[in-house]
């Protein structure tokens, strides 16, 4: 219960405070002269952790990665230049339904009265650009002044942890010093309680649905991990015996070893056990659907059309739409009231993808097809493990052991996330062991914050793909194209680069020995695996699937069909 008392706070230290009782115990970011004054209110008050990153870009990419595995994550980045480095990060968290604050320090309150020019603007006396893009990629946003700084703050904080959504705000860089009065009490997180009588129909309409049914069965997208259900999920399913499917966002959100667990649905593209479980389901829960062509076997999905749509503060049923009901409650009062089931035993899973035949030949040559097996061996209990978009994602078709994590930008695709988001979430939990796959075009964006890993002593695993360029897009189009060709770097030689007195373990892998031999390496520092395959290289099903997105995006008149401008699935180079 809150005292209504307040206190007298300067404004900057406000915010920190708050940040602080939201649970954010880590500032990403780049100092620039508009944000200084707040910077040092947090060296002053020792409110959070600094870590300075290498761009704002990697901050965004660093706070989405934190927030993942925190719960809520903040930037601080300056005027314009340094806000619109972040956007796209930013606009990633939006897709990707990621609770992230981004503060940015901006001009000066007494520049916009006096209608003054001033550095990283248009130079032409405007002030709101900036607000106004941030509109267009958040779910609140706001420039703070004395009179509205102590509301904004708790509204914002609020607003981004309630709707696991992105916020912006603006701190003139004039008032952080200001003090003003302030409520007393913490910032408490949490949710306004479900309208009584709308979660007692909602959970009786979800629950006479679910006892008449012989065919249950759960799609799960990222808002169930979003909004901290996985576990009420997992009880549900038990208790009523009922097949869970993910789809790509979700991978991992239920424990893969689950016995109710069944795959990945994705159309078409799904296997067929999967398929079955989730089309003809004859009561089909699905929490938090936001499907799109990369994640529907290119909308091939076909979920039942009475499926139940159930989303973080609403649900539908039949045709009936709830609102003012929480996932959390809606869940938790369906597990009790659901009559118990014990005659639907988990499914008979067959042994999925075929193992392709490896050189037992440690000097063979490394392939795709290869490396993914090895890695299938490598990945252990509680792994936080990342996705880059590329030939990486041959990672969605591993069984991840139990209490994984899975972080993968798959609505978004901005390429690099993965390296920066990897600083956020090692920060977050450094006590874990993260293994980041990325091919070197991704990788080449965002490879300085490298640098930050280094710099604060963390101890990742990192796949590198050197296969000479944008081998995915080769699946669109341009196979031989130099513009899909890129420079190549000596990657494995890096850690020495960003950190002088690196301790890293470096490995260039050229065979399957040489792969081998680096997977025996300790995790006690930082180990770096730079692998060299063949640019032609990819497993079938990720060709496969940038044949299938030329077609959507080009169409049929599209240069796709020209002879040999596409790389086509072939078996697996020996
Ligand atoms: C910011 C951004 N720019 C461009 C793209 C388009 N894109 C998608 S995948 C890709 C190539 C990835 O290459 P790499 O990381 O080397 O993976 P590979 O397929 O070669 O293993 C590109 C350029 C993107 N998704 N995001
Ligand atoms: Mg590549």
């Known amino acids: ?68 595995l925190n719960g809520l994550g903040a930037l601080l980045v300056t005027n314009g230049v340094g806000a619109l480095s972040a956007i796209n990060g930013i606009g990633g968290s939006c897709s990707e339904h990621v609770p992230v604050v981004c503060i940015a320090g901006s001009i000066p309150l007494r520049s916009i009265d006096r209608g003054l020019g001033m550095h990283h603007t248009m130079a032409d006396g405007s002030w709101d650009h900036f607000l106004n893009a941030y509109a267009h990629v958040t779910a609140a946003h706001a420039r703070l002044t004395p009179r509205n700084a102590a509301m904004e703050i708790d509204r914002l904080i609020l607003t981004a942890w309630r709707e696991k959504l992105p916020v912006y705000m603006e701190l003139p860089s004039d008032i952080a010093w200001l003090d003003i009065e302030v409520p007393a009490d913490p910032l408490v997180l949490a949710e306004p309680p479900s309208d009584p009588e709308r979660l007692q129909s909602c959970v009786a309409a979800i629950v006479a649905r679910l006892s008449a049914a012989t065919s249950p069965a759960i799609l799960v997208d990222a808002d169930a991990d979003r909004f901290g259900v996985a576990s009420q999920l997992v009880d549900l399913a038990k208790k009523i015996q009922a097949p869970v499917a993910v789809i790509n966002t979700a991978k991992a ?30 009561c089909l829960l699905a929490i938090g659907y936001r499907p799109i062509e990369v994640t529907t076997g290119d909308f091939s999905a076909s979920l039942p059309a009475d499926t139940i749509h159930a989303r973080g503060h609403s649900v ?23 009559p118990r089931v014990t005659n639907r035993a988990p499914l008979h899973i067959p042994a999925t993808v075929a193992v392709p035949h490896l050189h037992r030949d440690g000097s063979a040559k490394l392939t795709q097809a290869a ?43 901005s390429i690099g996330y993965s ?142 069909h020209r002879d040999n401008l596409q790389l086509r699935p072939t078996p697996a180079i020996a």
Not at 254 to 282: L, N
Not at 378 to 390: A, K, Q, T
Not at 517 to 546: C, G, K, Q, R, W
């Open 419 to 560: 390296v920066g988001a990897l600083l956020g979430t090692l920060t977050a939990a450094p006590e874990r062991r993260h293994i980041l796959f990325v091919g070197d075009g991704s990788f080449q964006v965002t490879a300085q914050e490298l640098s930050t890993i280094l710099r604060h002593d963390h101890k990742p695993v990192i796949f590198l793909i050197n296969n000479g360029g944008y081998t995915i897009e080769r699946g669109y189009l341009g196979k031989d194209e130099k513009y899909n060709d890129i420079a190549n770097w000596s990657y494995a030689d890096l850690p020495k680069v960003f950190r002088r007195d690196s301790s890293a373990r470096s490995f260039v892998v050229k065979t399957v020995g040489d792969l081998q031999n680096a997977l025996n390496a300790p995790n006690d520092t930082l180990i770096f695996v730079e692998s060299a395959m063949d640019a032609y290289d990819a497993l079938a099903p990720v060709t496969h699937s940038s044949n299938q997105g030329a077609d959507l995006n080009y169409g049929p008149r599209g240069p796709q």
């Open 371 to 413: 490396y993914w097996q090895a890695m299938q061996g490598y990945l252990r209990e509680g792994d936080v493990l990342f996705v880059d978009n590329g030939t990486s994602y041959a990672l969605f078709g591993l069984k991840f052991p139990p209490k994984c994590t899975f972080i993968g930008s798959v609505n978004w695709g």
């Open 1 to 68: 219960m809150s005292s209504g008392t307040c206190e007298t706070m300067k404004i900057g230290e406000f915010l920190l405070r708050r940040l602080k009782e939201a649970g954010v115990r880590h500032l990403f970011g780049v100092p620039g002269d508009y944000n200084l004054e707040l910077l040092q209110q947090l060296q002053d008050t020792d409110a959070l952790q600094w870590v300075g990153t290498c761009s704002e870009l990697n901050a965004s990419y660093a706070a989405d990665g934190y927030a993942r």
């Open 253 to 282: 959100v239920i424990d893969e070893p689950f016995p109710y667990y069944v795959g990945i649905y994705m159309g078409k593209a799904s296997e067929p056990h999967v398929r079955d479980a989730i089309e003809t389901s004859d």
């Open 316 to 338: 539908d049923v039949g045709n009936d739409n709830y609102q003012a009901v929480t996932l959390k409650e809606i869940l938790e009062n369906v597990i009790e009231a659901a």
